[in-house]
C-alpha cells in the first residue's frame, strides 16, 4: 500500500505585480491553469481589470478564496493603484487585511517583458518546492 500526502488545503493569494509589458495577468491565467491540472483549486483574478478601480473589492474575494482553501493569482501592473504600495486602499490594505484574518499572502514581482508559460512554469516550480500551498 502506498501512501500519498492529502493535497494541501491551505490558500494563497500570490499578488503578481510588474510593469506594463509583465502580462501579469496572461502569468495569473497560465499558472492557475497548470495548478488546476495538478489537482489544485486555483483562480485568477485581473486588479487592472474593469473591477481593478475597486482594488479593495479584488482584495477581498481574493482573501476569502484564499481563506477557502484557493490559490488565488492576481494580476496587477506596478503602476496602477492595485501594484502601489503607496496607493490607499492599494496592495498594502489588502495584505493587511489577509493578516488580520490569518490568511497567506506573497507578493510577486514579475520582471517584464516575459513569456506567460515560462514565467508560470517557473513559479509553479517554486510553489511546487515549497509545497505548502500545492499538492
Not at 491551505?10 to 509583465?22: D, N
Not at 495577468?25 to 486588479?47: F, H, I, N, W
Amino acid at each position: 500500500m502506498q501512501l500519498r500526502p492529502r493535497p494541501c488545503a491551505c490558500g494563497v493569494t500570490v499578488w503578481l505585480t510588474g510593469a506594463s509589458g509583465a502580462r501579469t495577468a496572461a502569468v495569473a491565467r497560465e499558472l492557475a491553469r497548470r495548478l488546476r491540472e495538478l489537482g489544485s483549486r486555483a483562480a485568477a483574478l485581473d486588479a487592472d481589470g474593469p473591477l481593478g478601480a475597486d482594488v479593495l473589492r479584488v482584495g477581498l474575494t481574493a482573501e476569502v478564496l484564499a481563506r477557502n482553501g484557493v490559490i488565488v493569482l492576481v494580476a496587477s501592473t506596478a503602476d496602477s493603484p492595485a501594484g502601489s504600495t503607496a496607493h490607499p486602499g492599494g496592495r498594502d490594505d489588502v495584505r493587511e487585511r489577509h493578516r488580520r484574518s490569518g490568511t497567506h499572502f506573497l507578493p510577486v514581482h514579475l520582471p517584464a517583458p516575459a513569456r506567460p508559460t515560462d514565467t508560470a512554469a517557473a513559479l509553479l516550480t517554486g510553489l511546487l518546492a515549497e509545497k505548502r500551498f500545492v499538492a
